[in-house]
């Protein structure tokens, strides 16, 4: 079946063209992800290693809700476009922070949006912003809305789903890409059942026609759908690609990373592999035909998504030029495989997984893993690797790690009332930030969270009164509603936690997040530095500790690798691409929790990143108390 598939994808692209290279930001930052290829790699190069040291603030624009952002603006020949914590769109002067027009939906909403997705035909252009569940496409000349577009100039995503529209919850919190005529996009669901379905959808620029749709849980009949209990459809939902979705321009294909399907933690009720879930998956970008998928874990039930979009890049195998997409989940696991074919550039082991004690469960017997890259988080955990902080606090975690389990051995599934380790759990090892790269010498670089997770399951009775992450934007699905999630369940997940200390630090030791360059080329990495730090431990002289991190990165032509993100300190900084040596360190007026961009105005350069006001909190208090800002903030950089 694997070849047949094989050689009806070879088929079907044979009459293509090679691939040529893809058209990379400049001094426009046109997408998302710097180019529809996700890359985040600039073509500029008047910031370089020898000069980022003279980088200072040039402007800032604070919006006017209050809150937090996770937003890359898009910069078009002069113009920023951004998004409020409020979902607010404004355009600003790109050189000078000067606002031109502010555009409100007026639907409340205080969830998270990454961006905004920009298309033109080179005579007409349009700006599409996402708001709750709609998409509205925005005339940026003037930021009014275009009511030949859907139903008087919006969308609703969650009609065309299953039902009703109003029985569906549907959000985009990341912007979609472009195709020709095509705006593609997935979206967030809820994690706990009832959850509507997360498939994959184009729509047509112009009218708002939907145009095709990828069943992520497969309809009867369809493929994949034998790895789902009968009638699955009509009452599972996930499966959902979050964390955005890029296009090979030229080959015409869609590159989908998806997430897990709900229950995240509780899996009797959907038996089997639960295709598409966890799946990297190419589509045809005209039609919606799937090409090929790889599945990364199996009836998941850790939360394993895949939380950033993939990457395309380029990369030298055994005497050939192969151009590739890359990913990587919350396990920290980095894949990497032939953008035609769906091979695999490394060799995949199974891994044999423990069963899952919870009456009833049906584990998969085996996981696959890449042999290389090595995972880019640690995925299990020795007694002698709890804190170092200080002797009372490594006492302490010594004596709660000996009532853990699964520290030794990945892929443990949660049991009923005892606390499992699974590391690096829901949030990392990259988070939605995700990955940049050099995409013509195959290199990936990451920010990662080396973190420690831990859950259980009880009976439904035992549930907790109220449920969820605490921040649950973060990784891409709202707050449970613990009623509806604990109906008809004899087990439920007793919420998130994390391996912390009394004091509010991670109880694991340090480094907690790191930077990391692999050359994919290889597998090999070629540098891993301590990435973030927390404020007042670095006072007291603990500098290396590193801290978690959500935003990314970008890298520009000249090997300037800006880093945003970073949780715990107030700081943007710039390494130098060949070595993970620190060039340049700027001060943030709150966390950059964003990922960057960089773009040109009348030659001159920029670098962009939104900062947000610091969460309180034990190990947070001195990153809060240092933020001057209340709201959403976004500060540019440029040289004198």
């Not at 973060?474 to 007793?494: L, R």
């Amino acid at each position: 079946m694997r070849k047949l598939m094989f050689l009806v994808v070879l088929v079907y692209l044979a009459a293509m063209p090679a691939a040529q290279e893809v058209s990379r930001a400049g001094a426009n930052w046109f997408s998302y992800g710097g180019d529809h290829g996700g890359t985040r790699f600039s073509s500029l190069s008047q910031i370089t290693k020898a000069n980022v040291s003279g980088l200072k603030e040039v402007w800032r624009f604070e919006t006017p809700d209050g809150g937090r952002l996770q937003t890359t603006p898009l910069i078009i020949d002069g113009t920023m476009y951004v998004v409020s914590p409020r979902q607010k769109v404004i355009a600003l002067d790109a050189a000078t922070g000067q606002q031109k027009w502010t555009w409100d939906s007026g639907v409340a909403t205080t969830a998270a949006s990454r961006g905004l997705t920009w298309w033109t035909d080179g005579k007409e252009s349009r700006l599409f912003t996402a708001s709750a569940s709609f998409i509205y496409a925005l005339n940026p000349a003037d930021g009014t809305v275009i009511t030949t577009f859907g139903d008087k100039g919006r969308i609703d995503l969650r009609a065309n789903l299953r039902g009703a529209p109003e029985s569906n919850s549907y959000h985009a919190t990341t912007p979609g890409v472009v195709y020709k005529d095509l705006l593609i996009l997935g979206g967030r669901v809820s994690e706990r059942t009832p959850a509507s379905p997360g498939d994959e959808r184009a729509y047509d620029v112009r009218s708002g026609e939907l145009r095709w749709t990828f069943r992520t849980i497969p309809a009867a009949g369809d493929p994949g759908s034998e790895t789902w209990p009968a009638g699955a459809r009509d009452t599972q939902g996930g499966a959902n690609a979050w964390a955005g979705t890029i296009v090979d321009t030229q080959r015409g294909i869609v590159f989908v990373a998806t997430g897990s399907p709900s229950d995240d933690f509780y899996g009797v009720d959907r038996p089997g592999d639960n295709l598409y879930a966890n799946c990297v998956i190419a589509l045809d970008a005209n039609t919606g035909k799937k090409l090929w998928h790889f599945q990364a874990t199996r009836h998941d039930l850790w939360d394993s998504d895949f939380a950033a979009p993939p990457i395309l890049l380029t990369v030298n195998r055994n005497g050939r030029r192969i151009d590739a997409v890359s990913a990587t989940n919350k396990f920290g696991f980095v894949y990497i495989f032939d953008r035609v074919t769906g091979e695999s550039l490394f060799p995949m082991t199974e891994m044999k997984v423990p069963k899952s004690t919870v009456p009833g469960e049906v584990t998969s017997p085996t996981q696959p893993v890449p042999t290389l890259p090595a995972p880019l988080s640690k995925l299990t955990m020795t007694r002698d690797d709890v804190t170092n902080r200080t002797p009372e606090m490594r006492a302490w975690a010594q004596k709660e790690f000996d009532t853990f389990l699964g520290t030794d051995q990945p892929f443990t599934p949660l049991s009923v009332d005892k606390q499992t380790m699974v590391a690096p759990g829901w949030k990392g090892g990259v988070e939605w930030g995700g990955l940049s790269a050099d995409p013509e010498r195959g290199v990936i670089y990451a920010n990662v969270n080396n973190v420690f997770s831990l859950g259980s399951l009880t009976a439904r009775g035992n549930a907790p009164a109220r449920g969820g992450r605490a921040n649950a934007d973060e990784a891409g699905a709202p707050p449970p509603n613990p009623a509806a999630a604990t109906a008809g369940k004899p087990y439920v997940f007793t919420g998130y936690r994390y391996f912390v200390d009394p004091e509010g630090y991670q109880a694991n030791a340090y480094p907690w997040g790191t930077l990391n360059a692999i050359d994919m080329n290889t597998g090999k990495y070629l540098w891993t530095v301590p990435f973030g730090e927390h404020v007042e431990l670095a006072e007291k002289g603990l500098t290396n500790t590193g801290a978690g991190s959500h935003g990314g990165t970008v890298l520009t032509a000249t090997g300037v690798l800006f880093t945003g993100g970073s949780e715990y300190d107030l700081k943007f900084r710039a390494y130098d691409s060949a070595t993970g040596k620190v060039l340049w360190t700027g001060q943030l007026p709150g966390p950059g929790a964003a990922t960057p961009a960089t773009y040109a105005v009348n030659g001159k350069q920029y670098v962009v990143i939104a900062a947000s006001p610091a969460r309180g909190g034990t190990a947070k208090s001195a990153a809060a108390a240092s933020s001057t800002i209340k709201s959403g903030t976004y500060v540019v950089f440029a040289l004198p």
